[in-house]
C-alpha cells in the first residue's frame, strides 16, 4: 500500500534527517510506501550531498567467474550449472591469469571474482588462484568471494572461517564481496535459497574479516517474493553490524532479475521501486558513507538517474559480467570508462575514478582516445570461453 503522507509529516522526517537524528524501522517503511517519490529522492540527494558533495565514483576493474558450477541449487540463481549441464564453465589459474593479464593492460586497479561451490575444486585452487594474480602484479587489488564461498572453503580446508581468511588474505585477498546476502528473512531465504548459508553466518563471515582489519561491500536481492518490512529487516541488520564493525565501505542493492531460473515472480522491481529503495538505503543507513548504483541490474540511464536519489557510485567497467546476464539482464556486457564518465557527468556531477575502498585516486581519468578496447577484450574473452 501507499502511505500518503501530511505536510507535518514531511517536516519531521525532514527535520530528522537534516539534524542527523536515526530513522527508526517504522519510519524506514513508511517511507518505502510513501507515493511522493521525488520528496523522498530529494531528501536522499541532500544526505548525500553532505557526505560526499557533488563528486560520483566508477572503478576501472574487470569481473571473473572461475566456474559455475555449484553444489547448491537455489531458485532464483540463473548462474548455478551442474557437472551435467552443456553450458557449465571451470578455469583453470593459467585461464584466470591470462584474462587478468590482458585487463591489467587496459588499466584497470581491480579484479573482481566469485563463482559457484564448486563440488571438487581444492582448497589450494582458490590459494594458487590469489597468489598466482598477486605475483602478474602486486598492485592489482583482489576483491574476491562471497560469504557462502567464504563457508564453503573452510569446509574444504577444514579450517575455522577466521584461519580460511587468514590463509586467503596472505595469499592476496584484499577485500571480500557483498554477494549472497539476498534478503536476510529466514522465510524468505527458505523459499529462494534453501541450503544456503543462513543470515547470520552471513553477517558473522564479514564480522570475522572486519575484526581481522579487512573490509568488504554488503548487498541486497531485491523485488521477488520479499515484503518491504523484509527489507527494512535487512538494512537493520547491516546498520547493526556497521556500527559494531564500521567495516563495509559500501552498499549495494541489487535488483532481482527474473528470467532462466525456477523463482516465479509476477511483478520484478521497477524503475520506479528501485528508485524508492535506493533513496530509503541512503536515508536509513546513516553509518554507510556510499551507496552504488548497479549499472548491470538497473540499466545504464536509470543508473544515471539513481545518482539524484541517495548514490554516489555507479560502480565499474566490469568488462564480463556472466550472473545477471544469465537471469536476463539487457544491460550491456561492459562500460568503457569513457561511458561511465560521461554519464556521471551529463547527470551533473563530478566522475571521480575511485579503488576498492572507495577510496578516490588521485591520478585524473585517463585520456580515452580509445574506449572500443574494452569491448574488444570483452568480445575475446566470451569467445575463448
Not at 324 to 339: I, N, V, Y
Request: charged content about 25%; proline content about 4%.
Amino acid at each position: 500500500m501507499q502511505w500518503v503522507w501530511r505536510q507535518s509529516e514531511w517536516r519531521e522526517i525532514i527535520q530528522k534527517v537534516e539534524s542527523g537524528r536515526r530513522l527508526d524501522e517504522t519510519e524506514a517503511l513508511r517511507l518505502w510506501q510513501s507515493g511522493d517519490l521525488h520528496m523522498l529522492g530529494a531528501l536522499a540527494d541532500g544526505v548525500r550531498a553532505r557526505k560526499v558533495g557533488n563528486r560520483a565514483t566508477y572503478i576501472v576493474n574487470r569481473y571473473i567467474n572461475y566456474s559455475n558450477y555449484c553444489i547448491l541449487s537455489c531458485r532464483f540463481c540463473s548462474f548455478a550449472r551442474k557437472k551435467r549441464d552443456a553450458d557449465g564453465f571451470e578455469l583453470t589459474v593459467e585461464q584466470i591469469v591470462a584474462k587478468a593479464r590482458e585487463a591489467l593492460a587496459l588499466g584497470i586497479t581491480e579484479l573482481h571474482i566469485v563463482g559457484g561451490l564448486h563440488p571438487s575444486l581444492p582448497f589450494s585452487y582458490y590459494l594458487d588462484m590469489l597468489r598466482a594474480l598477486k605475483a602478474l602484479d602486486p598492485r592489482i587489488q583482489l576483491k574476491c568471494f562471497t560469504a557462502i564461498e567464504v563457508l564453503h572453503l573452510a569446509w574444504l580446508a577444514r579450517k575455522s572461517v577466521e584461519d580460511t581468511l587468514m590463509a586467503l588474505r596472505e595469499a592476496g585477498l584484499d577485500c571480500l564481496t557483498g554477494g549472497g546476502a539476498e534478503i536476510f528473512a529466514p522465510g524468505v531465504r527458505q523459499t529462494i535459497a534453501r541450503g544456503k548459508e543462513s543470515a547470520e553466518e552471513w553477517l558473522e563471515v564479514h564480522r570475522t574479516w572486519h575484526r581481522m582489519g579487512g573490509r568488504s561491500t554488503c548487498t541486497m536481492l531485491y523485488g521477488h517474493v520479499e515484503t518491504l518490512a523484509d527489507r527494512v529487516d535487512h538494512l537493520r541488520r547491516l546498520r547493526e553490524l556497521q556500527d559494531e564493525t564500521g567495516g563495509f565501505v559500501a552498499f549495494i542493492p541489487l535488483p532481482y532479475q527474473p528470467e532462466n531460473n525456477q523463482l516465479e515472480v509476477r511483478h520484478p522491481p521497477t524503475g520506479h521501486d528501485s528508485l524508492r529503495t535506493l533513496a530509503v538505503s541512503r536515508l536509513y543507513l546513516d553509518n554507510f558513507d556510499h551507496l552504488t548504483a548497479y549499472w548491470v541490474g538497473l540499466g545504464t540511464k536509470l543508473a544515471q538517474v539513481a545518482l539524484s536519489y541517495g548514490a554516489d557510485d555507479l560502480h565499474g567497467t566490469i568488462v564480463e559480467e556472466h550472473i545477471f546476464h544469465m537471469a536476463g539482464a539487457r544491460s550491456p556486457q561492459h562500460l568503457p570508462e569513457a561511458e561511465l564518465v560521461r554519464v556521471i557527468r551529463e547527470a551533473g556531477r563530478i566522475p571521480v575514478r575511485r579503488n576498492t575502498f572507495y577510496e578516490p585516486l588521485e591520478d585524473a581519468p585517463r585520456h580515452l582516445e580509445h574506449p572500443a578496447t574494452v569491448p574488444a577484450l570483452a568480445a575475446a574473452s566470451l569467445n575463448r570461453q
